[in-house]
């Protein structure tokens, strides 16, 4: 994002705006995060501000600051359209390509608003107005605060917006382990904190507030984990009659890949879960090192994201899906065994 964007968006943004902003699909913890943060500055700053979501998120997430003004687009349908095509701006955060939206990628493509990106993962798409995309960021909420840093306004940073923006920094970083934490996020981190942002609090909603069955599910998957040594992977699979068997919810399945990635000398973790209502096997890819699973996911699971984690999809039947990626691996071989 070019100082000329910088002053152009500080122009559009002294006048009362409506705006909407808008996640990925399935949102996590750095989409809400990310979402509330800047509504929180823009009511602020006086603007008629909505985030309007794809769909449902976790419930460990329905505590952030202003979670309870959102609009969820598969269930209020009428009413987000409504919205979006009266909006001035819309602000797409922690996705650069409107397939990610879902059902809202019509809309979202076909609105006459300004729309400005605001994005940490790799290829984005060419839509939007004014863009800042940065992959060596730890998180959109990082982003956030970069953004509001260069319309020099941190002073307006308040308890809200810090404790929002901790979420999707923390989330992100895998609690500050992975390897996009940089010392600048820290000092992010001590800022936010400095600013009202709750850690230990913030920790506990996230990560403290597990119920029996979704225990009980981790227990499956890691029953279910499997390690192929020579290929350095580690993958679990879970299929839709186990999520039914111990009542799945979304979210239950967050971070689960990683205990695969946990294992002395893997270097490539994948979880596999099967979702007959889409039709699909949803598929969450980590690695170590500079072994990229977001090239691995663009190339074989219509996916993509970071190169230590990414995203896909397979319209195979679980254990075809399984099956192929096994098959792929011999392909990178000599890349895994060299982290």
Known sequence: ?????????????????????????????DAIGSTLGLYHYLLKGGHDAQVITPNDYPNFLKWVPGENTILKHDTQTNECNALIEKADIIFTLDFNAFHRTGNMETVLSESNALKIMIDHHQAPDDYATYTFSDVSMSSTCEMIYHFIDMLGDTSSIDTNIATCLYVGIMTDTGSFRFRSTTSKTHEIVAQLIEKGADNTSIHAHVYDSNSFNRLQLLGCALNNLRIIPESKTAYISLSQKELQKYDYKKGDTEGVVNYGLSLEGIVLAAIFIEDKQEGIIKISLRSKGDFSVNEISRAHFNG?????????????????????????LPSYSKALNNE
């Open 304 to 328: 993509g994201g970071h190169t230590n984690a990414a995203g896909g999809r397979s319209l195979l039947p679980l254990q075809a899906t399984i099956e192929k990626f096994i098959s792929i």
């Open 1 to 29: 994002m070019t100082k000329q964007d910088i002053t152009d968006i500080k122009h559009l943004l002294a006048t009362k705006k409506k705006i909407v902003i808008v996640p990925h699909k399935n949102p996590d913890g």
